[in-house]
């Protein structure tokens, strides 16, 4: 039995970011807890968790990346079976929430898959969802639960503070994104630029216009999700031919689906600078990738969350407390 801070824990990491779980484990100082998944023929899924939880604060961790629908399936038979084997409280420990760009309807008929998944969630019994840099903030607002969205600027500041870099302009790739890059650029006394993307007639390739200075100034864009790097590596080079020397890009989810790799590796980009929200095979570990973790900060806010303290704290950058 695991006590932490007075209290009985367990913490299980399924089969998305087992990497991930080891790391917020040792830092945590505990064990990671046993549990077998099994995958029938027909493609079910059932768990066996081989230890008890009876009375336990239980955290799991399950990033829902791909295959995401199988990596859901897991976690919602996981808190089913913790439910039923009375854990105190289930905390879901999703780093990068799937589905989150589907968090409003876009077109008439379409659904909100963002606020399902809340559902899903909450039904099958879930207590607590820790995530990190929901892609909509408005997502806290679909659960009936707490939900505690971490940050990972403090990460991204920390590293390119120790690059010393200068004469740094901070870009937001679309308008949707300047509050997350007025935000960063804050810690670098930087201004921010922001990439207007415009498709002037359908099957014509969009036309990037770039609001702001960029000329004889390391542009590094800010992000929250990297999937296919299209648009980050057009955007790249677009700052280049606007007189930018450097072109990094930092962003919290390394979805980074085909044929991203291929994109970023022949791309203008300096470096992709991300975190390990989601676990990134060997065959993606390119040299222009740099993945820094987040387990410290996980791992503190579930110390806090345990001792019932404030979690405020980790969402800022503090020279003083490296993570």
């Known amino acids: 039995m695991a006590i932490v801070h007075g209290s009985k824990v367990k913490l299980f990491a399924l089969s998305s970011n087992r990497e991930l779980g080891q790391e917020i484990a040792d830092y945590i100082g505990i064990p990671l807890a046993e549990c077998e998944i099994i995958r029938f023929a027909d493609g079910e899924v059932n768990m066996n968790i081989s230890e008890t939880v009876r009375g336990h604060d239980v955290f799991v961790l399950q990033t829902t990346s791909k295959p995401v629908n199988e990596h859901y399936m897991e976690l919602l038979i996981m808190i089913d079976a913790l439910k039923r084997a009375s854990a105190k409280t289930i905390n879901i420990i999703m780093p990068y929430y799937g589905y989150s760009r589907q968090d409003r309807k876009a077109l008439s008929r379409q ?3 963002a606020k399902l998944i809340a559902d899903l969630l909450e039904t099958a019994g879930a207590s607590r969802v820790i995530s990190m840099d929901l ?6 607002g679909f659960f009936n639960i707490p939900i505690d969205n971490f940050e990972a600027l403090p990460l991204m500041v920390q590293y390119f503070k120790d690059k010393n870099l200068k004469d740094v ?3 937001s790739p679309d308008h949707g994104g300047t509050t997350r890059a007025r935000k960063f650029a804050l810690y670098f006394n930087a201004p921010i630029a922001i990439i207007d993307k415009r498709r002037p007639k359908p099957n014509v390739a969009e036309v990037m216009t ?6 004889d100034k390391v542009a590094i864009i800010v992000d929250d999700i990297v999937d296919t790097a299209g648009t980050v590596c057009v955007a790249s080079d677009a700052l280049k031919a606007a007189g930018a020397t450097s072109v990094y890009v ?3 989810h390394p979805v980074l689906s085909h044929p991203a790799i291929e994109r970023v590796q022949n791309s203008s980009i300096e470096e992709l600078v991300t975190t ?8 993606k570990r390119i040299s222009k990738i740099v993945q820094l973790s987040i387990a410290k900060i996980l791992g503190q806010g579930v110390l806090n969350i345990i001792d019932g303290k404030p979690i405020s704290s980790l969402f800022t950058y503090d020279p003083k407390n490296r993570l």
């Open 250 to 252: 930092c962003c919290s």
């Open 169 to 171: 302009v901070v870009v």
């Open 276 to 283: 390990n929200s989601i676990f990134l095979p060997e065959e």
């Open 210 to 215: 770039i609001i702001g200075d960029v000329k």
């Open 111 to 113: 659904p909100i898959s």
């Open 135 to 140: 892609h909509a903030a408005q997502i806290q």
